[in-house]
Each structure stands twice: as C-alpha cells, then as structure tokens.
C-alpha cells in the first residue's frame, strides 16, 4: 500500500479487481470502505484489462491499478496506477483518475506522487511517462505540478493529438 496525507493507495490483486468488475457493493464489500456510484471513468474494461495483465504474469504484481480511498471519508475516489512493469530500458507509465465530487483540491496531485515516489522506490525505474489529451486541461497541470517534462506531440488515430509526459529519476 501506498499512504500519502490524505490517501490510501490499494494496490489491486485478482480479488480486489474482481470484485470491483461485479460492482460497487461487491468492492465496497471486499475493501470496507464507501463506494459513490461514479467513482471511475475508466470503466469496467481498464479493471478487466488490468485483472488479465496479473493472471498472466506474477511478475506484474504491484505494476498495474491502485484504488485510492479518501482517508477522511474513507471512500474510494478514482483509480490509478501503471500500465505494466518497468521495460527493459526502465519505463513506467502512470495514470490516475479522481471523481469528479473530489477535484480541484490537489488529490490527483497527491495521489500522483504517492505513485511516482512509489516507482522511483524501484531501482529499476529510471523514467516514469504520462499521456494526456493535446490541450491544457487538469491532468496536464497535475503533470507541470510534479515535475513532469512535455516531450512529444503524438497524433493518436482515436483520440487525435496527444502530448507525451516524461520525469526522470
């Protein structure tokens, strides 16, 4: 687990991530925490996406999502985590979402960090990446607020142009 001020970050086994694919009570069950019905905007298919990733591979363990719970509230606010373990070369990519009723009060930042301190934690890791939409919105400025770089301007068939992130260790 990652814990930062106001967050627990709950890394995800099988079990977590299946019962969060069955729905709300079943995740609020298995987690003993607070589930509001709009909790994530990645939907269904990242969890699931994720829950493949770790059956096939033990090695993935810790690399893919984390919930995190709003220690006050003891809620579960969003999502986030890495699409994988660290390449060869040591990259990681993060992501995070928060739930709309819990924005604009620096939780993706901080949920941000949790994840790149995490990361750096692995010797491994020697540059965590990011992706986000081609225009100035919140996650870009949760980016510039963690030290992230903005290094390349990509044009994605599905979602048009999109700016890669970078941060080194």
Same mark, same amino acid.
């Given at each position: 687990?990652?814990?930062?001020?106001?967050?627990?970050?709950?890394?995800?086994?099988?079990?977590?991530?299946?019962?969060?694919?069955?729905?709300?009570?079943?995740?609020?069950?298995?987690?003993?925490?607070?589930?509001?019905?709009?909790?994530?905007? +990645?939907?269904?298919?990242?969890?699931?996406?994720?829950?493949?990733?770790?059956?096939?591979?033990?090695?993935?363990?810790?690399?893919?999502?984390? +919930?995190?719970?709003?220690?006050?509230?003891?809620?579960?606010?969003?999502?986030?985590?890495?699409?994988?373990?660290?390449?060869?070369?040591?990259?990681?990519?993060?992501?995070?979402?928060?739930?709309?009723?819990?924005?604009?009060?620096?939780?993706?930042?901080e949920m941000t960090k949790g994840l790149i301190q995490n990361a750096f934690n692995d010797s491994r890791v020697k540059l965590i990446i990011?992706?986000?939409?081609? +225009?100035?919105n919140p996650s870009t400025k949760v980016l510039l607020k963690c030290g992230f770089t903005k290094t390349q301007k990509i044009n994605d068939?599905?979602?048009?142009?999109?700016?890669?992130?970078?941060?080194?260790?």
């Amino acid at each position: 687990m990652i814990e930062t001020q106001n967050l627990k970050l709950i890394p995800c086994d099988t079990e977590i991530l299946k019962s969060a694919i069955q729905g709300n009570e079943a995740i609020a069950a298995k987690l003993n925490v607070i589930v509001q019905n709009n909790w994530t905007e +990645f939907g269904i298919s990242a969890l699931q996406y994720s829950l493949d990733r770790l059956i096939e591979s033990e090695e993935e363990k810790n690399w893919w999502t984390y +919930f995190p719970i709003y220690k006050q509230d003891n809620k579960l606010i969003g999502s986030g985590g890495y699409k994988g373990k660290p390449t060869i070369e040591g990259t990681v990519e993060i992501g995070y979402e928060i739930t709309p009723d819990y924005r604009n009060r620096g939780i993706a930042t901080e949920m941000t960090k949790g994840l790149i301190q995490n990361a750096f934690n692995d010797s491994r890791v020697k540059l965590i990446i990011a992706h986000t939409l081609g +225009f100035e919105n919140p996650s870009t400025k949760v980016l510039l607020k963690c030290g992230f770089t903005k290094t390349q301007k990509i044009n994605d068939p599905n979602d048009g142009v999109i700016w890669k992130w970078e941060l080194k260790n």
